[in-house]
């Protein structure tokens, strides 16, 4: 029996912990390469392919039924990638020839290079049948959802040809594009590939399904002929012109406004970028999406704007993202007026350095200027950001952050409390070889006038991760003097635990791939209140991942909680609970995914129970109809009815999102968004048309029209957008 035991420990170690020391050689050249998508050039030959892939899905414990190769070039400027992966056939599943895809659902490859072979950071090209292309950064080890950022876009080339049995991709990188140290010989590389037709998710490296298919722990090595010199990265300008005009039916009054202003990149030596923008202007955003908020707090937006996205991650994987994230890029920008109300507040400048100085060491300066609003009693700010990370063993890093947010007015209307507020903070951030242990601790200290002691954050995180378990531990405390204004923090004064375990369980037989089974305990207490339990969550789910690629998931919560302050749950002005009064409540939800791989593919999120002093019914959803490639229909609604005893708020709430997707050619897009929330009283419509005349140089027409639903359906403000912005390298 011990034997019999050791030797199973010992199995799981080696499972965990192996190391696949794959390699593919990249051959230097001088001849010219044509990027046509069909390989016919000689040397292509005489490169070596990444081969022998392994199926990630349905099983992570064979080769590939469908194999891929790929075989790499390179001169003094770029990378050349060709790939070419075999298919059943030619039933290829492309939704849309819009740049920047989900790989999920559709044919496609991806390739990740982490160029400083740390485990931390890589960065993502793809493609699919059709050749449209999709690039994004990976941070964070690749161990969380969050770490992956598909707005981060840079100058590249690729064709793709379609064979019956097969199709190839013919890539040309600069390498300006990456980051890197001059004189390497050796990047860390892997590959994922999706196979629609033969229902396949396929890796170079074999990672086994409890991990993410992007996690950077599971990659090979790609060994360049000779060092690689300096990438010679030109300086990006890139202007903007923008018209608007607008009327808002408020006040009666119209608008007329041209803007212009821009950004610039430089690269100093292989490592470091160097941003600046003047005048930033954001009126070509996707439109965010409205949200049923029925909780207590605050609920934070992705940050969408270019400026902030490269390297973001340097600035905003500190503390806890739930609870105490001390800098949230999209506090820059966003201001409350006299009257408490969020507005938008100009940008008239800012810059940003950030990425490596040596193998070890990244660094991240980040500095805005904001503008004075009089009207709207809101002064001018600078604010800045300071961020070190030094990689310590094989993929763990420990990080120290300053930021200032430093009023920089003269006005009347500034308080002493509005002078300024500033945060230091250390994390260490925990990865092992093989990410089989991941965590984090931190600790963080506020500065702000007029407040003092209980100023500090700190938490702690550790998860074991194994093919059947995933086991954490975690905790954050929030001080009630800690602030943080450039920072996501929905409440202070809170000790707050969320340990987690999960049991993965994989049939041999039957129509299902994997169950998750997980148990969750979230448990608050006020530190100044003597430690008095405020609330808890305790929640227990299921999860199914089909073979065919549809989910299944159900889960049972338990509340309390106690108010000390008086809320109304449904937010729609009504009576509000009384402050000072503790509730009890469970509920329960199902939700099913259909197969993303069809035409018509929908999601169904039923939930219902007790709520607060009531019960709720909620009913969650999204239909997904296509015409590929040129055509997609996606209907996201949600309907929730609270009912509270009288005089409490029984209400019907609504929130409706059809969103039309259009792409005529891989540079011509339309893309209306409706979104209709009863909660909000708001019903919305944006529509935007694209038309990218070169690469990364875009005209945008886009239309925002915004009405009144609580009385009578009227509108609210109107405006059109005419913008063109170029992509200059000088």
């Avoid at 013919?170 to 892997?190: Q, V």
């Avoid at 219902?608 to 009913?619: A, C, D, T």
């Amino acid at each position: 029996m011990q034997r019999k035991l050791l030797f199973l420990i010992i199995l799981q170690t080696t499972y965990l912990s192996f190391s696949q020391d794959k390699e593919v050689f990249v051959k230097y050249i001088d001849s010219e390469i044509k990027i046509d998508g069909k390989l016919e050039e000689a040397v292509w030959e005489q490169a070596a392919p990444a081969k022998e892939f392994w199926q990630y899905f349905p099983t992570d414990t064979i080769q590939a039924k469908n194999q891929t190769e790929i075989r790499f070039l390179y001169d003094d400027e770029k990378l050349y990638v060709g790939i070419k992966i075999y298919t059943i056939g030619k039933e290829f599943i492309v939704p849309s020839l819009r740049r920047d895809f989900r790989a999920g659902g559709s044919d496609n490859v991806t390739l990740m290079f982490d160029t400083f072979n740390d485990g931390t950071n890589a960065f993502l090209f793809g493609s699919n049948p059709e050749g449209v292309l999709r690039e994004a950064l990976v941070s964070g080890g690749g161990t969380e959802l969050r770490g992956f950022t598909t707005s981060w876009d840079t100058k590249w080339v690729g064709e793709t040809t379609q064979y019956d049995t097969y199709y190839i991709c013919e890539w040309a990188i600069p390498f300006s594009a990456f980051k890197f140290r001059e004189g390497e010989t050796r990047w860390r590389f892997n590959s994922y590939q999706f196979d629609t037709q033969g229902n396949e998710r396929n890796t170079w490296t074999n990672i086994p399904q409890n991990q993410f298919i992007f996690n950077l722990a599971y990659m090979g090595d790609m060994v360049f002929e000779k060092p690689l010199g300096n990438s010679k990265s030109p300086i990006s300008i890139i202007p903007y012109i923008n018209t608007l005009v607008g009327k808002d039916y408020e006040t009666g009054e119209d608008s007329f406004d041209l803007g212009v202003g821009g950004d610039a990149k430089l690269t100093i030596g292989n490592s470091l970028n160097l941003d600046a923008t003047i005048n930033p202007d954001f009126s070509n955003v996707e439109v965010d999406q409205q949200v049923t908020n029925l909780t207590r707090f605050e609920i934070n937006l992705p940050e969408r704007r270019q400026f902030f996205i490269e390297n973001s991650d340097l600035f905003a994987d500190f503390g806890d993202s739930r609870d105490a994230n001390p800098f949230f890029s999209r506090r820059i920008g966003i201001a409350r007026n006299a009257d408490d109300e969020t507005i938008q507040n100009d940008i008239i400048a800012g810059a940003r350095l950030s990425g490596k100085l040596s193998n070890d060491l990244r660094i991240g300066i980040l500095n805005i200027q904001t503008a004075t609003d009089a009207t709207n009693e809101i002064g001018s700010n600078n604010n800045s950001v300071v961020a070190l990370q030094h990689k310590l063993f094989s993929r763990s890093n420990i990080s120290f952050l300053f930021v200032n947010r430093q009023n920089t007015s003269d006005e009347s209307f500034i308080t002493s409390d509005e002078e300024y507020n500033r945060v230091v903070g250390v994390d260490y951030n925990l990865a092992n070889e093989d990410n089989s242990w991941n965590g984090k601790v931190y600790f963080h200290k506020s500065f702000t006038p007029e407040l003092e002691d209980d100023d500090y954050s700190g938490g702690a995180r550790l998860q074991y991760n194994s093919r059947n378990w995933r086991v954490r531990g975690s905790g954050v405390f929030i001080g009630d003097n800690f602030q943080s204004d450039l920072g996501f923090i929905p409440r202070t004064d809170i000790l707050k635990i969320d340990p987690q375990v999960e049991y993965l369980l994989f049939p041999n037989k039957g129509k299902i791939n994997r169950h998750i089974f997980s148990f969750t305990p979230i448990i608050t207490w006020r530190p100044t209140l003597d430690f008095f339990n405020s609330d808890y969550t305790f929640q227990t789910s299921w999860d199914a991942e089909f073979k065919n690629n549809a989910q299944l998931s159900a889960n049972i919560t338990n509340n309390y909680v106690f108010l000390f302050d008086e809320f109304d749950p449904s937010r729609s002005d009504g009576t509000p609970l009384a402050a000072n009064t503790e509730y009890r409540y469970s509920n329960v939800e199902l939700r099913y995914q259909s197969d993303r791989r069809k035409i018509f593919s929908y999601t169904i999120q039923p939930s219902g129970g007790q709520f607060f002093n009531g019960n709720i019914v909620s009913v969650r959803g999204d239909i997904n109809y296509r015409l590929q490639p040129y055509f997609n229909l996606a209907i996201d609604a949600r309907f929730d009815h609270i009912s509270l005893p009288a005089p409490f708020a029984t209400e019907n709430l609504w929130l409706l999102g059809p969103r039309i997707d259009v792409t005529f050619n891989k540079s011509v897009f339309w893309a209306t968004f409706i979104q209709y929330s009863s909660q909000q009283d708001n019903f919305s419509i944006n529509s935007r048309l694209q038309w990218r005349f070169a690469p990364l140089s875009d005209l945008f027409l886009v239309y925002n029209d915004n009405y009144f639903t609580d009385t009578v359906f009227a509108p609210r403000v109107r405006s059109l957008n005419l913008k063109v912005t170029y992509w200059l390298y000088l």
